[in-house]
Protein backbone atom coordinates (compact mmCIF):
# COMPACT_ATOMS: atom_id res chain seq x y z
CA UNK A 1 0.00 0.00 0.00
CA UNK A 2 1.33 3.08 -1.08
CA UNK A 3 1.75 5.74 1.62
CA UNK A 4 1.40 9.79 0.97
CA UNK A 5 2.46 12.25 3.78
CA UNK A 6 1.07 15.54 2.63
CA UNK A 7 2.28 19.46 3.43
CA UNK A 8 1.78 23.11 3.55
CA UNK A 9 -1.64 23.72 4.45
CA UNK A 10 -2.30 26.51 6.65
CA UNK A 11 -4.15 29.89 7.06
CA UNK A 12 -3.78 32.85 4.66
CA UNK A 13 -5.05 35.91 3.58
CA UNK A 14 -7.14 36.73 0.45
CA UNK A 15 -4.92 36.95 -2.41
CA UNK A 16 -1.92 35.15 -0.41
CA UNK A 17 0.07 32.03 -1.69
CA UNK A 18 0.98 28.58 -0.62
CA UNK A 19 2.53 25.20 -1.79
CA UNK A 20 1.11 21.60 -0.85
CA UNK A 21 3.67 19.10 -1.30
CA UNK A 22 3.01 15.18 -1.75
CA UNK A 23 5.33 12.54 -0.79
CA UNK A 24 4.28 9.03 -1.69
CA UNK A 25 6.72 5.95 -0.50
CA UNK A 26 5.85 2.67 0.83
CA UNK A 27 6.80 0.31 -2.34
CA UNK A 28 8.62 0.25 -6.06
CA UNK A 29 6.71 3.27 -7.60
CA UNK A 30 6.08 4.07 -10.94
CA UNK A 31 2.73 6.35 -10.86
CA UNK A 32 0.47 7.07 -13.65
CA UNK A 33 -1.67 9.58 -12.23
CA UNK A 34 -0.78 12.48 -9.20
CA UNK A 35 -3.54 14.97 -8.06
CA UNK A 36 -5.15 17.47 -5.79
CA UNK A 37 -8.48 17.33 -4.31
CA UNK A 38 -10.84 18.93 -2.26
CA UNK A 39 -13.37 19.45 0.28
CA UNK A 40 -15.42 22.05 1.84
CA UNK A 41 -18.02 22.02 4.80
CA UNK A 42 -21.45 20.82 3.79
CA UNK A 43 -19.78 20.04 0.33
CA UNK A 44 -18.31 16.66 -1.83
CA UNK A 45 -14.95 16.40 -2.86
CA UNK A 46 -13.97 17.47 -5.87
CA UNK A 47 -11.60 17.67 -8.53
CA UNK A 48 -8.66 20.50 -8.37
CA UNK A 49 -5.54 19.69 -10.18
CA UNK A 50 -4.65 16.22 -12.05
CA UNK A 51 -1.28 15.41 -13.96
CA UNK A 52 -0.08 12.86 -15.65
CA UNK A 53 2.99 10.84 -16.05
CA UNK A 54 3.65 12.51 -19.25
CA UNK A 55 2.94 15.84 -17.55
CA UNK A 56 -0.23 16.57 -19.06
CA UNK A 57 -2.50 18.74 -16.93
CA UNK A 58 -6.16 19.39 -16.20
CA UNK A 59 -7.64 22.13 -13.65
CA UNK A 60 -11.06 23.00 -12.60
CA UNK A 61 -12.43 25.88 -13.97
CA UNK A 62 -12.43 27.58 -11.03
CA UNK A 63 -8.76 27.57 -9.82
CA UNK A 64 -7.09 27.72 -13.96
CA UNK A 65 -4.98 30.47 -13.92
CA UNK A 66 -4.49 30.60 -9.99
CA UNK A 67 -3.16 27.29 -9.45
CA UNK A 68 -0.30 24.71 -10.78
CA UNK A 69 0.22 21.59 -10.57
CA UNK A 70 3.81 20.09 -10.70
CA UNK A 71 5.14 16.34 -10.06
CA UNK A 72 8.99 15.00 -9.39
CA UNK A 73 8.92 11.77 -10.39
CA UNK A 74 12.47 11.04 -9.06
CA UNK A 75 11.22 12.27 -5.72
CA UNK A 76 7.51 10.82 -6.20
CA UNK A 77 6.39 13.93 -5.04
CA UNK A 78 2.89 16.06 -6.44
CA UNK A 79 2.84 19.75 -5.78
CA UNK A 80 0.20 21.96 -5.95
CA UNK A 81 1.28 26.10 -6.12
CA UNK A 82 -1.89 28.10 -5.34
CA UNK A 83 -1.94 31.83 -6.09
CA UNK A 84 -4.37 34.59 -5.74
CA UNK A 85 -6.69 32.42 -3.21
CA UNK A 86 -9.87 33.33 -2.66
CA UNK A 87 -12.35 32.59 0.18
CA UNK A 88 -14.25 29.88 -1.57
CA UNK A 89 -10.85 28.24 -1.86
CA UNK A 90 -11.22 27.21 2.26
CA UNK A 91 -11.22 23.66 2.15
CA UNK A 92 -9.43 20.13 3.09
CA UNK A 93 -6.65 19.98 0.28
CA UNK A 94 -6.07 15.80 -0.38
CA UNK A 95 -3.39 14.39 -2.68
CA UNK A 96 -4.32 11.56 -4.61
CA UNK A 97 -1.91 8.82 -6.47
CA UNK A 98 -2.73 6.13 -8.69
CA UNK A 99 0.57 4.11 -9.37
CA UNK A 100 1.05 1.78 -12.31
CA UNK A 101 0.70 -1.89 -9.94
CA UNK A 102 -0.91 -0.72 -7.01
CA UNK A 103 -4.43 0.45 -5.30
CA UNK A 104 -4.95 3.77 -5.53
CA UNK A 105 -4.07 5.81 -2.45
CA UNK A 106 -5.06 9.10 -0.50
CA UNK A 107 -3.22 11.45 2.02
CA UNK A 108 -4.41 12.22 5.47
CA UNK A 109 -5.74 15.89 3.86
CA UNK A 110 -4.50 19.08 5.06
CA UNK A 111 -6.39 22.16 5.52
CA UNK A 112 -6.36 25.55 3.88
CA UNK A 113 -8.28 28.28 5.53
CA UNK A 114 -8.15 31.99 3.40
CA UNK A 115 -9.63 34.39 5.55
CA UNK A 116 -8.34 38.15 6.36
Known amino acids: QVQLVESGGGLVQPGGSLRLSCTAS????????MAWYRQAPGKQRELVAA???????TYSDSVKGRFTISRDNAKNTVYLQMDSLKPDDTAVYYC??????????WGQGTQVTVSS
Open 96 to 105: FMRPFKDDDS
Open 26 to 33: GTSLNIAI
Open 51 to 57: MSISDRA
